[in-house]
Nanobody, 123 residues
């Protein structure tokens, strides 16, 4: 099993910044990708930003240029730097990891989620 522990988040005024981190721990796994999703009330969970173990990144159009995702491979930790925050960024943010593990002698990919943390941007 792999556990994801998130930190950061909270309440910030519009135009402010927040930094999130998410550390993956467990035994015998390698990370394929890590990312951040968010879910606002009444809406589906959606990708905010993702990063591969090779460092390739992708962003939702709504956060492009304001958010930056990065990963420390040595620490199995992903970071999300959120700048110029807007009230519409208010949501529960979830860390996600797609990892490769060996189970019963076979390698397979598994997906894990963090516990989710509320980010509220006041106007």
């Amino acid at each position: 099993q792999v556990q994801l522990v998130e930190s950061g988040g909270g309440l910030v005024q519009a135009g402010g910044s927040l930094r999130r981190s998410c550390a993956a721990s467990g035994s015998s796994f390698s990370i394929n990708t890590m990312g951040w999703y968010r879910q606002a009330p009444g809406k589906a969970r959606a990708l905010v930003a993702g990063v591969t173990s090779g460092g390739s990144t992708n962003y939702a159009d709504s956060v492009e240029g304001r958010f930056t995702i990065s990963m420390d491979n040595a620490k199995n930790t992903v970071y999300l730097e959120m700048n110029e925050l807007k009230p519409e960024d208010t949501a529960v943010y979830y860390c996600n990891a797609n990892v490769r593990r060996r189970v019963a002698g076979l390698y397979a990919n598994f997906q894990y989620w963090g516990q989710g943390t509320q980010v509220t941007v006041s106007s």
